[in-house]
């Protein structure tokens, strides 16, 4: 069973899944992994980031982490941060490989 993503994505981004108020460089391997599991939370995300549905505060948070993720190589990222971002990013480029091109083109132009 495929595993679902953000946070991601998507991820960082990405930067800040903020979940109860948490950005994603406080969340544990275990709460990501929990976030790219739940299938309608990565596509709701990723509908966001593509400009295809509404975004809530966590696809919002996403699309302002996506410039420095994508654009600067998360050069301003903690440790933590740059971590959480490669792990989501990896999940997306997997198993939302269509997604993962559209984000590309969409952020890095």
């Known amino acids: 069973m495929k595993t679902a993503l953000l946070v991601s994505s998507f991820g ?3 930067f800040a899944l903020g979940t109860s108020g948490q950005g994603i ?5 275990q709460q990501i992994g929990t ?5 309608d939370f990565v596509r709701r995300q990723i509908g966001c980031v593509l400009g295809h549905n509404g975004c809530d505060g966590t696809g919002n ?3 302002l982490a996506i410039p420095e993720v994508l654009g600067r190589n998360c050069r301003s990222c903690t440790a933590q941060q740059a971590s ?3 792990r989501i990013i ?4 997997k198993n939302y490989p269509s997604d993962w091109a ?3 083109a ?3 132009s």
């Open 25 to 29: 460089q406080s969340l544990s391997g």
């Open 90 to 93: 990896s999940f997306i480029q």
């Open 12 to 14: 960082a981004l990405l």
């Open 35 to 39: 976030l790219l599991a739940n299938s």
């Open 61 to 63: 948070q996403i699309k």
């Open 106 to 108: 969409r952020y890095r």
């Open 102 to 104: 559209q984000i590309q």
């Open 84 to 86: 959480n971002a490669r």
